[in-house]
């Protein structure tokens, strides 16, 4: 290849809009610059195009042909694990959610190899990823199981208007104080800092949401705030970060919407997430970072409800694919890791056949 720099493309949920979302990407000129490794069945694309109105033309590889000289521009690597009669649309399968595993963790394979320089992939189910692997918990797990990772990620959404972060994520919310200490606080909101500069913010402004009502309340509500949430807030001050808070879940957003913040540091899943999802469904991208290469997707999910009629609106797709380039930096040369990418299709196989540890 005479440039290395890609995106390693996988496809989500067949029973979903990812089909018909991965082939507008690949239809339209400006998402698709001939910089993809596109990952999944042909014969889901195939449908996905059918579904979208579009036409695609793109050379198609087996996994063997990623140890030897690839294709220029995009192209996909057929995986041949999905036939969509065995799919049924606007539902979750496990052949889907066993699809988007094994399409899921090839992607991180092939960026691990330094092959593509970013993971991008169309969305996912949750329950067809569990009905297929039922140990199946998140995206951040698999990803550090699947590259052996030294430090693990964090997933924030992205929005023009306001960034968000959070300490926990997939978890009960019974256990979200338990798990909340002034280290892992900090630590999130430095790598926020570091993503975020990465991201072109010189020193970004981040509001910290309390846990409690008011904040605590002055500790009639919960001693966290003041306890945890704040030494953590003061240390990352005392190191220059312009960092806020902690400040009452139910204004933060305000706040940083008005301009005063960046992003908004949330404590779990949800008290970002409404927030984001109310101020741009259809725009919002999840980035999972804090990995040697970033992990793009549209932030929506698989919305089964219309599912198959050519209606899927592809601005949070488009989005996700143009700061998942913005992060890598796409457009440099960069050189794969001979050993690894040797090994792909081996890898690849075994990903296929269910025999790596990680499928049980």
Request: glycine content about 12%; proline content about 5%; hydrophobic content about 45%.
């Given at each position: 290849m005479k440039n290395a720099s890609r995106i390693a493309f996988a496809i989500g949920d067949a029973g979903g809009i990812s089909p018909e979302l991965a082939a507008r990407v690949l239809a339209d000129k400006t998402a698709n610059r001939g910089d993809m490794i596109v990952i999944g069945d042909?014969?889901?694309?195939?449908?996905?195009?059918?579904?979208?109105?579009?036409?695609?033309?793109?050379?198609?590889?087996?996994p063997d042909a990623l140890a030897g000289d690839?294709?220029?521009?995009t192209f996909l690597v057929d995986m041949q694990n999905c036939d969509p009669d065995a799919v049924e649309i606007g539902s979750s399968t496990a052949a889907a959610g066993r699809a988007s595993l094994q399409n899921f963790r090839a992607a991180l394979l092939t960026a691990h190899s330094g092959l593509a320089d970013l993971v991008f992939f169309t969305p996912f189910n949750k329950h067809a990823m569990r009905l297929?692997?039922?140990?199946?918990?998140?995206?951040?797990?698999?990803?550090?199981?699947?590259i052996n990772a030294k430090r693990s990620g964090r997933e924030f959404n992205v929005l023009d208007e306001v960034w968000n972060a959070r300490v926990t994520s997939h978890i009960p919310l019974r256990e979200v104080a338990d798990a909340l200490t002034t280290d892992r606080i900090y630590n999130s909101l430095k790598l926020?800092?570091?993503?975020?500069?990465?991201a072109g913010f010189e020193r970004p402004r981040i509001g910290v949401a309390a846990l409690n009502p008011h904040a605590g309340d002055g500790r009639?509500?919960?001693?966290?705030?003041e306890d945890i949430l704040l030494p953590?807030?003061?240390?990352a001050q005392a190191e220059n970060m312009a960092v806020t808070g902690p400040i009452p879940s139910d204004t933060v957003f305000v706040r940083a919407v008005r301009g005063e913040f960046d992003a908004v540091m949330t404590m779990y899943h949800d008290q970002g997430?409404?927030?984001?999802?109310?101020?741009?469904?259809?725009?919002?991208?999840?980035?999972?970072?804090?990995?040697?290469?970033?992990?793009?997707?549209?932030?929506?999910g698989t919305a089964y409800d219309i599912a198959g009629k050519g209606k899927a609106d592809t601005g949070a797709t488009f989005n996700a694919v143009a700061l998942g380039r913005k992060l890598a930096k796409l457009g440099g040369e960069t050189a794969p890791d001979e050993t690894r990418r040797q090994a792909l299709p081996g890898?690849?196989?075994?990903?296929?056949?269910?025999?790596?540890?990680?499928?049980?």
């Open positions: 042909r014969r889901v694309l195939e449908m996905g195009a059918r579904h979208a109105g579009v036409e695609i033309d793109i050379p198609v590889v087996s690839l294709p220029e521009g297929a692997k039922s140990d199946y918990v998140d995206e951040i797990g698999f990803i550090n199981a699947t926020t800092v570091e993503i975020m500069q990465g009639n509500f919960g001693t966290e705030d953590a807030v003061e240390r997430q409404i927030a984001m999802k109310l101020l741009g469904f259809d725009r919002g991208v999840t980035l999972i970072a804090g990995y040697p290469f970033p992990i793009v997707t549209p932030a929506h890898q690849f196989q075994r990903v296929l056949e269910g025999a790596d540890a990680e499928w049980g």
